[in-house]
């Protein structure tokens, strides 16, 4: 006699399909958390940091030579911009006796705290004695970083500031 085949029900076994499932949800959130990562503008490397580091004596002699000149800084933001856009930044540079410095070039580079990726360079003119301003198209309103670098003759001094704009 021959033996009949009994149908067995087909069972429905989900693991093959969750494993490739678990693997493409994984993939998408690598995915967005890469393209989120790259493109926010609030987070951003130091410019040069490697070359920076190797060159730590270098900045610790500048730290040296700035505290040699006792010169000051103290930088000044409009609180509006003006028709073209641009914000006025002002600096006051004075020697450790309080004189005006004149005569100096005065280059600036600025970020602001919330979007360190986006950088702004622009050089400061003299427009009275000590007194040094530009337009710069600083147009968000909050904290800014102002790195400052002041050259006259062979002395150079650098600082960093910090200013309010609105």
């Not at 006025?88 to 919330?114: K, M, P």
């Not at 800014?144 to 670098?149: C, G």
């Amino acid at each position: 006699m021959a033996e009949q085949e009994t149908a067995h029900p087909r069972v429905f076994w989900p693991f093959p399909g969750l494993v490739f499932v678990l693997i493409g949800m994984s993939l998408t959130i690598a995915v967005v958390t890469v393209t989120l990562a790259t493109n926010d503008p609030s987070f951003g490397l130091e410019e040069d940091y490697f070359a920076k580091a190797v060159a730590w004596d270098e900045t610790a002699a500048q730290l040296e030579k700035n505290r040699e000149l006792g010169w000051t800084t103290e930088v000044q933001l409009s609180k509006q911009l003006d028709g073209r856009g641009e914000r006025s930044v002002t600096a006051l540079l004075a020697d450790d006796e309080g004189r005006a410095i004149e005569g100096a070039n005065v280059e600036v580079f600025c970020f602001h705290n919330a979007r360190r990726k986006e950088t702004i360079a622009f050089d400061l003119v003299e427009i009275a004695p000590g007194r040094y301003t530009a337009g710069a198209a600083m147009t968000r309103e909050g904290q800014w970083t102002l790195r400052l670098r002041v050259t006259r003759g062979d002395d150079v001094f650098t600082s960093t500031e910090t200013g309010w704009a609105g």
